[in-house]
């Protein structure tokens, strides 16, 4: 129903003019159409408390002083 009329309106346009009204179909083509990988995940809930004990893990000598170091202290 639409396109008969825009098609009516777009051969009464200068070539330029067609040119221009391709570009912006274009241009809303790309913007509105969604891929796969256009779609981004909905967010997560983030862990609370304890969520990454077992993941890290911390040296015995963490504090120790550094043997590099030693000369500056």
Sequence with gaps: ???PVI??????????LQTEVLHYIEFLSERYTKTDEDTIAPRTKRG????????IWMADDFDAPLEDLQEYM
């Design 1 to 3: 129903m639409v396109q």
């Design 7 to 16: 098609l009516e309106k777009l051969e009464k346009l200068s070539d330029s």
């Design 48 to 55: 609370g408390l304890g969520s990454l004990k077992g993941k």
